[in-house]
């Protein structure tokens, strides 16, 4: 039973019988190529039960089968989304897409799984996850959980614990920014940093000094300046790079690794470089509208134009788009998000007369896979293979899901999609599948177009048309001490062993 694209947007479900009523639980993938992060070869891929089975150059298979043909095609991992934001209740109203609609967009585009930032209901991490929980009920793909953190007490401490030791979750958030609500200061920072560590999560940061945004935005408003150029106004690159850097000192100190979500400017990205040449362990994920989009936007003189654009940090100067590309391409950035923090007009036009009030976000979560393709591999900065590691691999690697998800591998969950690099693609906001009445990507076009999405070893998607049913997503529980955990201890071995006996010194006579 097919929910098209029109039935969607109107907010209609499809009816529960899409699920009993899936045709075969056995599929052949003939003749594509199979890629992995490191390795590619063409071949046919059979699938039973929602795994992947087997991978070999030719496999014959019965009539009850069902066989799709991926000669000519590229055959890989579903897109795993590690930053994305549905139902998301901020800035005084919430998101647009929710578990369904937002996850039939991603997987209209290729994304099979993403990771949700779960946040704390008044503080409380277990009631945050509860509600959560009951929000994710209706999902219709995999997902997984972060956590945000967003004060400090014993009773957060232990809820951190029971989140990673019975909740399946291995990261948590800290915002630097958003003052007055979700922002935390240094001393928190630190206790997180180091509970993150003795748990054996993974310690996040949105890196913004909030205090001086605050200062910033100020300024804007007493200057006059009201309008959506007064957010990239207020919080100019200095800021992420200053938080950034913070970040990552703090996280030096503590000696735990750190994961720095939507890094938006060369100037953090740049801090990021400094540390892991260093050799710290330091994750920098890019989203698409920062490698794609630039700040001119903002100076749009229709206001819901421009509000659209409006997501923090902000999208910035043209150039900022291509260096987080290069650095994308030569492993000082490791994967790709997008931040996907759906508002429609209405709710950005809460901010006309004030920047302030705009909600922040964009969309991406049914865009990015289209647009890392073709930004990206069309124009020849990375191979295909990277394309499979930045969307997807990496991913799931330091979430420590890997190989279950990321890979195609006999035994790996049977999440994969078929692109076409002869076909093209286009984004409107009349064809895509989000609730958004807008798109950041209107009227983009490219090469590459991902024509089937197989999910938990179904067809999803084909033919332009999805087929997917609430409730049939599952909750990814993932574990601690991912690979970036390896040896942690002996750093921390190293380190006391190089601090000098302390210095005896003689009583003053005296
Ligand atoms: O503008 C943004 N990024 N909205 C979502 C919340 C966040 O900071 O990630
Ligand atoms: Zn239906
Ligand atoms: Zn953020
Ligand atoms: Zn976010």
Redesign the pocket.
């Known amino acids: 039973i097919a929910l098209s694209s029109s039935i969607s947007q109107s907010n209609q479900f499809c009816d529960a019988e899409a699920g009993a009523g899936a045709p075969s639980s056995k599929l052949l993938i003939k003749g594509g190529t199979v890629v992995n992060a490191h390795h590619q070869q063409v071949a046919d891929v059979y699938i039973e039960d929602g795994i992947i089975v087997a991978i070999k150059p030719t496999i014959t298979v019965g009539d009850e089968v069902t066989v799709i043909d991926a000669t000519g095609k590229f055959v890989m991992p579903g897109g795993i989304d590690p930053?994305t934001?549905l139902e998301?209740e901020?800035m005084d109203t919430v998101t647009v897409d929710d578990f369904f609609s937002g996850q039939a967009a991603a997987l209209a585009g290729g994304t099979t799984m993403h990771i949700d930032?779960v946040i704390p209901h008044k503080g409380s991490l277990t009631a945050g996850f509860e509600a959560y929980e009951m929000k994710a009920k209706k999902s219709c793909m995999d997902y997984g959980f972060h956590m945000a953190v967003t004060k400090w007490d014993e009773t957060v401490s232990r809820e951190m614990e029971i989140m990673v030791k019975e909740k399946g979750i291995n990261s948590f958030k800290f915002?630097m920014?958003?003052k007055g609500a979700l922002m935390i200061n240094d001393e928190l920072l630190l206790e997180g940093f180091k509970k993150c560590k003795s748990l054996g999560a993974l310690a996040m940061v949105?890196a913004e000094n909030g205090d001086a945004v605050d200062e910033g935005q100020k300024k804007m408003i007493e200057l006059g300046i009201t309008g959506p150029e007064g957010h990239a106004l207020s919080r100019p690159a200095v800021l992420e790079a200053e938080a950034t850097a913070r970040a990552i000192r703090l996280a030096d100190f503590v000696n735990t690794p750190l994961y720095v979500?939507?890094v938006m400017s060369i100037d953090a990205m740049e801090e990021i470089a400094r540390a892991r040449k260093s050799g710290q362990r330091v994750i920098g994920e890019p989203v698409a509208s920062g490698l794609v989009l630039d700040e001119s936007w903002l100076w749009h003189p229709d206001f819901e134009t421009a509000a659209k654009y409006?997501?923090?940090?902000p999208i910035r100067k043209r150039g900022h788009d291509k260096a987080l590309q290069a650095a994308l391409s030569t492993g000082i950035l490791q994967l790709v998000g997008t931040?996907h923090?759906a508002f429609n007009s209405t709710q950005k036009a809460l901010g006309i007369d004030d920047f302030r009030k705009i909600p922040?976000?964009?969309n991406g979560i049914e865009e990015r896979m289209h647009v890392v393709w073709d930004t990206m591999v069309e124009s020849g900065q990375i191979s295909v293979k990277d394309y499979v590691r930045l969307t997807s691999t990496e991913c799931a690697r330091i979430f420590n899901i890997y190989p279950r998800k990321g890979a195609i591998l006999p035994g790996s969950d049977a999440d994969i999609i078929i692109l076409n690099p002869n076909s093209s693609f286009e984004i409107t906001a009349k064809s895509h599948h989000s609730r958004l009445d807008t798109n950041v990507y209107e009227g983009r076009r490219g090469k590459g177009k991902i024509e089937v999405t197989i999910a938990g070893g179904r067809v999803v998607w084909e033919n332009n048309e999805l087929k997917v049913a609430p409730g049939t997503g599952r909750y990814i529980k993932m574990s601690p001490f991912s690979y970036l955990f390896d040896g942690i201890e002996k750093r921390d071995d190293f380190y006391l062993k190089s601090l000098q006996a302390p210095v005896k010194r003689a009583k003053s006579s005296s």
């Open positions: 930053h934001h998301f901020f930032f915002f920014a958003y949105h979500v939507h409006v997501m923090s940090p931040d923090c922040n976000g964009v």
